[in-house]
């Protein structure tokens, strides 16, 4: 989604949660001598949320972080059928994506495809997951496989020019942003 879009979505949340907190915060005052724990679950829901809108980036490597870990099993999975070439590029509008059948949960997200490049010099294969899919202007976000030294190389460079966007996860595995 175009960035001056996703401006005004995060204004008209903000102001809510702000308008939400105010309403929690004036009830709870009123209430006071007969306060729920319902109420105070509701002031500091509200409160946290709006709070949480400020630290966005925060907020969103914690979720990567958290989808990584439940979802590294499956997309380990989904590495080892690309590798023994039971998954392969399908679409036909892009000759390296392939839209994972529906036995699989989402675990890329923007579609559950994932972009697969084999290096046929040295049949050494690259998956691309997408945590953050971007089809316009503004960059993607992904979790990236390879065993092609060549590929590993180019990342291990992203890695050394920006490592606050681009790191390696364990062996193999890299989260990558932009191209």
């Not at 005052?29 to 949320?49: D, G, P, Q, W, Y």
Request: proline share 3%; net charge positive.
């Amino acid at each position: 989604m175009n960035f001056f879009f996703l401006a005004f979505i995060w204004l008209g949340l903000t102001l809510t949660l702000l308008i939400l907190t105010i309403i929690q915060l004036v009830k709870t005052i009123k209430e006071r001598k007969t306060l729920s724990n319902l109420r105070i679950a509701k002031l500091v829901t509200f409160s946290l949320l709006f709070l949480l809108t400020f630290y966005r980036h925060k907020t969103n490597l914690v979720i990567e972080k958290i989808d990584w870990v439940i979802l590294e099993n499956i997309r380990n999975e989904i590495v080892e059928q690309v590798k023994n070439k039971k998954l392969n590029p399908n679409v036909s509008w892009n000759g390296w994506v392939c839209e994972l059948p529906f036995e699989f949960p989402v675990v890329s997200n923007g579609g559950n495809d994932i972009g697969i490049l084999r290096n046929r010099e040295n049949n050494r294969t690259t998956v691309t997951f997408w945590v953050f899919r971007n089809f316009f202007d503004s960059p993607s976000t992904h979790f990236v496989y390879s065993d092609d030294p060549e590929e590993i190389k180019r990342l291990d460079e992203k890695v050394a020019e920006r490592p606050d966007e681009n790191w390696k996860i364990k062996e193999n595995w890299y989260r990558k942003y932009g191209d």
